[in-house]
């Protein structure tokens, strides 16, 4: 179809064919190549503060699911239909411990067994029978730092939970947030690989820095961590600010508030830390931590619009004029449509980021299929795992050649992110910190 008359003056008649969404990245359901790949991983599924004394019904990678909150505490995550005649179990009640069906009053524990079945006879042989041989679909929950984590995957397989470095940096606040997508889980986080938007998106609602171009780098490590920075000239200083994701979701950057470029910043760490979760194909949210603090963003912005503004760069309750005049994210995604007709996508060299990753993430996708388990961030090998999500604002010295000078200090930057691997949490920090404040990029 992509004849070249297509793309001639007025070709509008030329184009109106329809183009496809990409198959594998955007359909997620339980048995699709990209579903059965995403539940090789633990996500976040709710804000644990949100969860009350009666169950929710949820949906995650199109799987309609109830979770509760047992009086002991505990957290289940089961499938919404019971087992015994498909009464929902969002009308169920939570027990001491399980949740107890409305309908017939079974009682399910947290990993579904059957703890009760009233009115048959507690010694009966089909009670026991049923108990033995039947179960409430369930899967593992973890609760942490206010975001509460599943396993959708099958159980020989789940993986250990992975920390990152940025779960634990002394004095930062770290706050729950989810921001729903009215569109595929692709459409958003495509963003997060993609520095170049950040500077006709965001420069109005950020600062003047985010406007400038600048020289824009793009890094693989490990399979599965993509990186992409934006270095920028403010002033009489250059900013690294460094995107990264982890396959297969997980998303950091660097301040939303603290950093606009004119004042030195040394490692100053992410607005948010932050997971991507298909709702279902044409439904996403991302849920993240909004992270505030010296090295993260200013406490005075730690309030629900001050995390909308983080996610999306504006507020989410806006007219259509204020959203026509000032768009943000959501904006941008949602437009595609819920789910993008990719095959219409054209690539130029700043789109690499996205291309390289939406690549990996099909590889993974087909290995899956034919039985390979997809590389885990546990599996690189630290306690910690290090990220790379930045700012660092060093002064440099003006030249004429003020691209070089750009590529230099990306480069030295990003060599000594990645030279402190070997360390981890406060020790690795303070590393990177102490060689950030002596590089010397005017000689
Ligand atoms: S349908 Fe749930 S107990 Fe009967
Ligand atoms: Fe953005």
Redesign the pocket.
């Known amino acids: 179809m992509k004849d070249k008359q297509n793309y001639q003056p007025f070709c509008g008649y030329h184009q109106t064919w329809k183009g496809k969404p990409d198959e594998v990245l955007t359909k997620t359901d339980s048995g699709a190549a990209c579903g059965e790949y995403l539940r090789r991983y633990w996500h976040p599924i709710h804000i644990s503060s949100e969860v009350g004394d009666k169950p929710k019904l949820l949906k995650v990678m199109g799987e309609e699911l109830v979770l509760f909150q047992d009086q002991e505490g505990g957290y289940g995550l089961v499938q919404k239909r019971?087992p015994?005649?498909?009464?929902s179990l969002e009308y169920g009640r939570c027990e001491q411990r399980g949740i107890r069906?409305?309908?017939?009053?079974?009682l399910f524990d947290r990993d579904g067994t059957i703890l009760e079945i009233p009115g048959e006879p507690e010694d009966s042989d089909v009670v026991k029978h049923v108990k033995e041989n039947l179960r409430l679909g369930a899967y593992p929950v973890i609760e942490f730092k206010g975001l509460l984590f599943a396993y959708l995957g099958p159980p020989e397989e789940q993986p250990a939970f992975p920390f990152y470095d940025t779960f634990d940096i002394p004095g930062m606040t770290m706050s729950p947030y989810a921001v729903q997508f009215n569109c595929n889980w692709i459409q958003v986080l495509d963003a997060i690989v993609d520095p170049v938007h950040t500077a006709f998106l965001h420069q109005s609602q950020f600062s003047d820095g985010f406007g400038k171009m600048g020289e824009i780098e793009f890094y693989n490590r490990d399979r599965i961590r993509f990186l992409g920075t934006a270095t920028r000239r403010v002033g009489e200083n250059v900013w690294v600010r460094v995107n990264e994701l982890i396959l297969p979701n997980f998303t950091q950057a660097g301040a939303a508030f603290a950093c606009d470029g004119t004042e030195e910043r040394y490692f100053g760490r992410s607005a948010f830390t932050r997971w991507v979760v298909p709702i279902d194909d044409e439904t996403c949210v991302a849920y993240a931590w909004g992270n505030f603090g010296e090295r993260g963003d200013p406490h005075e912005w730690n309030t629900p619009e001050g995390m909308q503004m983080i996610e999306q760069g504006e507020i989410v309750e806006r007219t259509y004029a204020e959203r026509q005049s000032s768009p943000g994210d959501i904006e941008a995604v949602e437009g595609m449509g819920r789910i993008s007709d990719h095959e219409k996508e054209y690539f130029v060299p700043g789109d690499r980021g996205v291309k390289l990753y939406r690549n990996r993430i099909k590889k993974y996708c087909k290995d899956v299929e034919k039985g390979k388990k997809p590389p885990q961030p546990t599996d690189l090998g630290f306690d910690v795992i290090p990220t790379y999500g930045s700012d660092s604002v060093l002064p440099v010295a003006e030249t004429e050649n003020e691209n070089a000078v750009l590529r230099k200090t990306n480069d030295a930057v990003m060599n000594i992110l990645f030279a402190n691997d070997s360390q981890c949490g406060e020790a690795r920090d303070s590393a990177i910190i102490e060689s950030l404040r002596l590089i010397d990029l005017d000689t």
């Open positions: 019971c015994h005649r498909r009464a069906c409305c309908y017939h009053g079974w």
